[in-house]
Every structure is written in structure tokens, then in C-alpha cells.
């Protein structure tokens, strides 16, 4: 999952744009639309704050307006609207009790393994994609635990990623 977009130090970064077509993005548009609260560690979410403030349309306007945490220890002022800090793993944990609509990790690997081996994660939407890098970080944490899941739905792009969702299943 390692530097999708282009991220700089990677030696195959920016391995997403070879397979972006209409249909991937219309997934995520969907999915991102749905979504009330967007969730992100302090990596993701520099990226996200460099790149989305200057955006334009639908995508942009929902990303840019709606609520949004970053798990921080060093962030003071995050710079960009609608956006708390949480310090603590719990802060962004106790989100799930809250009374609002669904939240979405996108990217944070580091944060999306602490969620998974909290038991705060209730389903996963996975895009797999038809390559194999042969190395970089894994979004998979190492645990004692397996992690089983539910198969939700699964679909292909026509450029052969595989959109997959899957239900945590509760132990």
C-alpha cells in the first residue's frame, strides 16, 4: 500500500495512476460521499492538506468540507478547516460511539493496523490492484490474532482492480 499517489522515497511510487480509470474512480467518489467523517495519521493527512485545499469539484468540495481527525502528537494547528487533533489512539476509537455518520481511514497505514488490532474497525474496502511491487509497507499488521472476514461485495474495473468490501467479523 506504500505510496500510491507518488509519495516521494518509494522506489515504485505513484504505482496507482497506471490502473485510475472511470470506474475506480467512481467507487471512491461513492464511497468518499458517503462518508461523514474522514480519519487520518499525521503522514496522510500532510499529503492530504498539501494537495486538497487547491482542488476543485464535488470531490474536492466533500473532502475539503467535511469533518476531518488527524491522530497527531506534533500538529499543533492543522491549518485546514473542519479539522481536530486527537492525541490518543482512544480519542480516535471513542469516534465509533459517537452519533454521527460513517467514518473512513484512508491511506494511514500505521494508524489503519493500530484500528484493526483495536477491534475498531468494522469493515474494509480493499482495492487490489493487478501488480505486484515485490516490496514496501503492507497494510496488514503483525498480531497474535487472526482476522477473519466476511466477503460484503466484489467487483472489477475495467482496468482489472478488484474492488472488494468486507465485514469484520466480530469475535
Avoid: C
Wanted: hydrophobic share 40%.
Amino acid at each position: 500500500m506504500e505510496a500510491p499517489g507518488g509519495e516521494p522515497g518509494y522506489v515504485h511510487t505513484g504505482w496507482v495512476g497506471d490502473f485510475f480509470d472511470d470506474d475506480l474512480g467512481a467507487y471512491k467518489g461513492a464511497e468518499q460521499l458517503a462518508t461523514q467523517t474522514l480519519v487520518l495519521g499525521r503522514t496522510t493527512y500532510e499529503s492530504f492538506a498539501g494537495a486538497w485545499p487547491e482542488r476543485e469539484g464535488e470531490m474536492a468540495d466533500k473532502i475539503n468540507t467535511m469533518e476531518k481527525v488527524v491522530l497527531s502528537t506534533t500538529i499543533g494547528d492543522p491549518g485546514w478547516q473542519n479539522v481536530t487533533v486527537a492525541k490518543s489512539l482512544d480519542e480516535v476509537v471513542a469516534l465509533k460511539d459517537g452519533d454521527g455518520g460513517d467514518i473512513i481511514v484512508v491511506g494511514s497505514r500505521t494508524l489503519a493496523q493500530a484500528l484493526l488490532l483495536a477491534g475498531a474497525v468494522d469493515e474494509l474496502h480493499l482495492q487490489v490492484f493487478p501488480l505486484i511491487l515485490g516490496s514496501g509497507r503492507r497494510l496488514y499488521p503483525e498480531g497474535p490474532t487472526k482476522l477473519e472476514l466476511e466477503l460484503e461485495s466484489s467487483s472489477i474495473t475495467g482496468n482489472g482492480v478488484m474492488l472488494q468490501e468486507y465485514l469484520v467479523a466480530s469475535s
